[in-house]
């Protein structure tokens, strides 16, 4: 499909349509020029005075056939130059979804939406004093945003802030998120910092190393500043695959660095991959007080398991869960995929009934996304995935299974290139909510990332501007400079909190 767009000018408007495009054309180019000739022509017109509003008009060149839409924003006063973009956007962005809508006869829940953190906008609504119903009528109307979506919008803000309820005023605090790069082996889909433990990029001693002066420093940092965390993540890779002893080291020295880990709110450590859960680690974690770790099963299917290069089959996931709980665990995330490659409702149903029996407390159901830099993306045409509407069916099945067996929403993101434009939803039992989940999504505080490939969100207090700061991928870089990356963040922290 070539869609050929006239009447737009700016760089970020027609992002925005390249991007809205894709959404109802697989395979679809976007011409600018007006001499090019597409499948289908758009033409915009815009007014953004007195009020905005903007008009397109499609027309399919072979046949001739016409749509029109016409858009205005309901209220539009005085505005400045940053708010009067925002608005064009949103008339332009709606305009051409109603108009491609009409033309191709399909539904898009989300929207206008297209951002990541659709919750976040809900946030921001409520702190600036809207009403619910207001945000509810500006969500359908302006946003296009379904009824089903709003309502899953409106449950999932509401626990957030029953689970956090000084969410917005955590801005002087930060949470920290510890990187660790290692994985047994490294899975089809995966884009995260995941080297193989015993591969050649760079020694685990080297990096470990690293990542103790960092915790080292920042925690020296935040007691002389008295900053206190609210929560501690550790990620990757798989922050088990390292040993029981690096491990039990690894939590010593954050304990001695971190100012009053009493009152950190939450502890978590991933251990998503179960070929590398012992009961020596276990014990570590246990040692340490970790409150919450996650096994990740992502399908109970033995075969998709091989076909995305897990190398870990469906027992063991159910063995080292078990292993988990009778040692004291109980807090435990499984993270399920939708349509993942030869899945469908068959197999989605097989997954649910084995997580049944496990039932653990909190459960994060992903969609497949084709991230560019994957192998499975590199490879596409080698996996064969659902289509739009058995991935919906199966994001359905799903949704009424947790309500049934009890689980609330709690967050909730989405991700370009994720199969039938859906989300990704994290579910707890109540108070099994993870509180780290809240505060990444809704960037309400600074999050500071240490070790490999962990990316810092500066949340400025007050404002809420974000900048970001980025430690190196691989071990190798890492262990190269990370005194510089320590000490730049250091620096950047300084100045974000005026101290
Ligand atoms: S276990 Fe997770 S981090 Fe490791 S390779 Fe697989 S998807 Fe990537």
Known sequence: MEITIKGIEQEPHKQNISHLSQLF???????????????????????????????????????????????????????????????????????????????????????????IRPTKLMHQMLRAGMARDEIHQELKEIYLVSEEKIALLERIVTRQLAVVPDLYELD????????????????AYCTFPAYAINGKNGSVESFLAGLHYEIEETGKWLREQEIPVTTVYFGGGTPTSITA?????????????FPNMSMVRELTVEAGRPDTITPEKIAVLKKWNVDRISINPQSFENDTLKAIGRHHSVEETVEKYHLARSLGLNNINMDLIIGL?????????????????????????????????????????????????????????????????????????RQKNILGNLENVGYAFPEKESIYNIMIMEECQTIIGLGCGAASKFVEPGTGKITRFANPKDPHSYNERFEHYTQEKIKKLTELFGV
């Open 25 to 115: 054309f697989e395979d679809v180019t976007v011409n600018w020029e007006e001499q090019k000739k597409g499948d289908l022509i758009v033409q915009f017109q815009l007014e953004t005075m007195p009020s905005v509003v903007a008009t397109a008009t499609l027309e399919e060149r072979s046949t001739g056939v016409k749509k029109e839409v016409l858009f205005s924003y309901p209220e539009f006063g005085k505005h400045d130059r940053e708010l009067g973009m925002k608005l064009e956007k949103r008339v332009i962005n709606h305009v051409y979804l109603s108009v491609l809508k009409q033309y191709t006869g399909m539904e898009q829940s989300w929207g206008i939406l297209t951002g």
């Open 341 to 413: 490659p030869g899945e469908g409702t068959k197999e989605m149903e097989h997954t649910l009934k084995a997580t049944e029996k496990l039932m653990p407390e909190s459960l994060t159901v992903h969609t497949l996304s084709f991230k560019r830099a994957s192998t499975m993306t590199k490879n596409k045409e080698k996996y064969k995935v659902a289509s739009r509407e058995e991935i919906a069916r199966m994001m359905e099945m799903t949704s009424h299974w947790t309500d049934k067996q009890g689980y609330e929403p709690y967050y909730l993101y």
């Open 172 to 187: 002087r605090a930060v949470s920290i998120y510890i990187g660790i790069p290692f994985c047994p082996t490294k899975c």
């Open 245 to 257: 002893e690096e491990m039990d080291a690894l939590y010593e020295k954050m304990y001695e660095s």
